[in-house]
């Protein structure tokens, strides 16, 4: 059974699926301006004369050219309830539609949910473009930091994946060095890597339209004693979260098991965001691992990050994070560059 066809099986009412990186993922269709209308016994693959000759390659769909303006194209198509997609479609495509006499329900994620759990050629490459980000961070680490800005380790880094193979950057490379590592987002910047720094790098290699995301910290030379402290909590952190994640387990409950750990140190306070999120063919996708997650429970086939983070204005910042499989029985770890505090000249 095709993604299409496991959606339609469990649709209730139409879908209009607007969400680019939906429409790639039930299609492999790849277009600036498309919309998937499914029913359980027909898919409408909807854009415009730029792209219907690459649509009629897509096999399972009805290609209908309704122009430019994709939401006034729809009306004409949306007949009785029509779920959509609330998060893909703004405030005034939304008008747009009803006042066009669509009568419109929020979804609630269905195809996110299929996303969710990874078939095996998802799986393939997604390893591979972790394969890549393990080996850039491996030679990153063989380089000196002292010296350079972080602007320029975080190009070093775009360079390695473009050599190893990859498509893209998944995201912008974070380079975060000394009081800037504090920042759980931080940007690159000209600062200079000092010795006695903590430099947080949060990378991720994109392949075959999916994505890696990593975060290893490193220390520029010698650290202090409260750094290295630091970096032991966050590390023990980690690690008891990789510990608790499994097929079942509910997903707050796996963010709790590293949470409690730094709560229960000197850096109670610290660690802000949640402890994990889906990656795929975007970055940031379902389900997540943090403390507002509900009732959602880890299946297998999910492949999300686990990565606690100690954020201390002045003294800087340790996030360690790997990239995992959820198993039955486990993690299958995706993310092989190791994790001890790992020194640079």
């Given amino acids: 059974m095709t993604r299409l066809e496991r959606l339609q099986a469990a649709l209730e009412r139409p879908l209009l699926v607007t969400s680019e990186?939906?429409?790639?993922?039930?299609?492999?269709?790849?277009?600036?301006?498309?919309?998937?209308?499914?029913?359980?016994?027909?898919?409408?693959?909807?854009?415009?004369?730029?792209?219907?000759?690459?649509?009629?390659?897509?096999?399972?769909?009805?290609?209908?050219?309704?122009?430019?303006?994709?939401?006034?194209?729809?009306?004409?198509?949306?007949?009785?309830?029509t779920s959509f997609e609330a998060e893909s479609v703004s405030v005034a495509a939304f008008e747009k539609l009803r006042s066009g006499g669509a009568s419109l329900v929020a979804a609630d994620g269905p195809v996110e949910a299929l996303r969710a759990v990874k078939d095996a050629r998802e799986l393939a490459t997604i390893r591979r473009a972790a394969e890549i980000t393990s080996e850039a961070y491996r030679r990153l680490a063989s380089e000196p930091f002292a010296g350079r800005r972080e602007v320029d380790l975080?190009?070093?880094?775009?360079?390695?994946?473009?050599?190893?193979?990859?498509?893209?950057?998944?995201?912008?490379?974070?380079?975060?060095?000394?009081?800037?590592?504090?920042?759980?987002?931080?940007?690159?910047?000209?600062?200079?890597?000092?010795?006695?720094?903590?430099?947080?790098?949060?990378?991720?290699?994109?392949?075959?339209?999916?994505?890696?995301?990593?975060?290893?910290?490193?220390?520029?030379?010698?650290?202090?004693?409260?750094?290295?402290?630091?970096?032991?909590?966050?590390?023990?952190?980690?690690?008891?979260?990789?510990?608790?994640?499994?097929?079942?387990?509910?997903?707050r409950e796996v963010d709790a098991a590293a949470r409690d750990l730094i709560e229960a140190s000197e850096f109670a306070g610290t660690f802000?965001?949640?402890?994990?999120?889906?990656?795929?063919?975007?970055?940031?996708?379902?389900?997540?691992?943090?403390?507002?997650?509900?009732?959602t429970r880890l299946e297998a086939g999910n492949v999300v990050t686990i990565e606690p983070g100690i954020y201390v204005e002045g003294l800087g910042g340790v996030r360690i994070e790997d990239l995992v499989i959820v198993t039955d029985n486990g993690t299958e770890v995706l993310t092989t560059f190791p994790k001890r505090l790992t020194v640079v000249g």
């Fill in 21 to 81: 990186p939906n429409v790639r993922y039930l299609t492999g269709f790849h277009s600036s301006n498309a919309a998937l209308l499914v029913e359980p016994k027909l898919a409408r693959l909807c854009t415009d004369s730029r792209y219907t000759a690459a649509a009629k390659l897509v096999p399972g769909v009805e290609v209908v050219d309704i122009g430019r303006d994709l939401f006034a194209g729809l009306i004409e198509l949306l007949q009785g309830e």
């Fill in 154 to 251: 975080a190009w070093r880094m775009h360079e390695l994946f473009h050599q190893l193979g990859a498509e893209d950057d998944a995201f912008p490379t974070i380079v975060a060095s000394g009081p800037n590592g504090a920042f759980p987002h931080a940007e690159p910047t000209e600062r200079v890597v000092q010795e006695g720094d903590l430099v947080v790098v949060d990378a991720g290699a994109s392949v075959g339209g999916y994505n890696a995301d990593c975060t290893r910290t490193f220390a520029c030379g010698e650290i202090s004693a409260e750094r290295r402290r630091a970096y032991e909590i966050c590390l023990a952190a980690q690690e008891v979260g990789v510990a608790a994640t499994r097929a079942g387990v509910l997903a």
């Fill in 272 to 295: 802000g965001h949640g402890l994990g999120h889906g990656v795929g063919i975007e970055v940031h996708e379902a389900p997540h691992v943090s403390a507002d997650a509900g009732e």
